[in-house]
């Protein structure tokens, strides 16, 4: 395997391990108009939410019903429309090269923690600088890090991760 390869798929080994986009949790709007997860933002948007529910509670049912208790209503039908799994669907970019680089990463992790948070960091985080991870390695791994060491960490990591995958 060549280096440009490796530097490829420890590349594709962040994005499918590492963390996901922060734009997936920030829902603002749905195609059909506002988003339920939206509505959960601000006390002016729970007022608009009751306000939206209005009639599909239950109460005006039971008001045609003669005010009739909850219990004595009929239950509204419906059809069951989840899918029962037991596990979940795997992930489509998880390839047999990618396990192996993941089970190489584990098995330096356990050999040189330093190493591998390194490596870790470097392609699972996004959006920091180096000097930025190497304080992030030095505090989850509580040793002091300088940028320097962290780029030479990083560079052993990347020649042991190498040589464990092409072996």
Known sequence: MKPEDF???????GKVFGERKASEWDEDKSPTGNSSLAAFGSQRSRTVKRHDVAGRDGRSRRMAM???PMWACDPIPCVET???MSAPPPDPRVTPMVDRVQSAWLALHGFHKLQAECIRVQYQVRGMTRSEKAEL???NVSDAITP????DELRLARTWMHARITA
């Open 7 to 13: 530097e490829d798929l420890l590349h594709v080994w």
């Open 66 to 68: 003669g005010g009739a």
């Open 148 to 151: 320097r060491r962290y780029k």
């Open 137 to 139: 390695v030095a505090g």
């Open 82 to 84: 989840r899918q029962r």
